[in-house]
C-alpha cells in the first residue's frame, strides 16, 4: 500500500512530533508499505547541521521525505495542507494518514481515505 504521511513537523528538529512522525514512518514502511512523508519546509525550523534526517534519528531509510513549500503569509498552516492534499491525490496514494488537521480535512474533502492522528481530544 502506498501511505502518504502528512505532517506539520520541521524535519529535523528535536521536537517530539517530529520524533514521533520519523517512527511512526519508519514503523509503517518496516510493515510494507510505501510510505512517503510530507513535511513543511521551513529551514529555520530545522535542526542546523544534519544533512541526514534518517541518521540524526536513528531510524532506517526504508521511507521518503518531501518537503513543501511553507509560505509566509496569513493562513500559511491552511495554505500548507491544501497544498499537501493536492499533491497526494495527483500522486494516487492509497492511504493518506497524519496529525496535520487541516490537510487531512483536505485529503478527507478531496474524496481520499484518510486516517487522521490526534494526539489531544480537541485534535
Not at 32 to 41: I, S, T, W, Y
Amino acid at each position: 500500500m502506498r501511505i502518504a504521511y502528512l505532517s506539520s513537523a520541521w524535519i529535523p528538529s528535536r521536537t517530539a512530533n517530529s520524533i514521533h512522525v520519523m517512527k511512526m514512518c519508519q514503523a509503517l514502511a518496516s510493515a510494507g508499505h510505501e510510505v512517503v512523508l510530507f513535511a513543511p519546509d521551513k529551514a529555520d525550523g530545522r535542526e542546523s547541521g544534519t544533512d541526514d534526517p534518517f541518521a540524526y534519528y536513528g531510524v532506517a531509510s526504508n521511507f521518503t521525505i518531501e518537503h513543501l513549500p511553507w509560505v509566509r503569509m496569513s493562513g500559511r498552516g491552511y495554505w500548507y495542507g491544501w497544498q499537501a492534499a493536492r499533491r497526494v491525490r495527483k500522486s494516487g496514494f492509497d492511504l493518506t494518514y497524519g496529525s496535520n488537521l487541516a490537510a487531512c480535512s483536505f485529503a478527507s474533502q478531496m474524496g481520499m481515505p484518510v486516517i487522521y492522528e490526534a494526539h489531544s481530544p480537541g485534535g
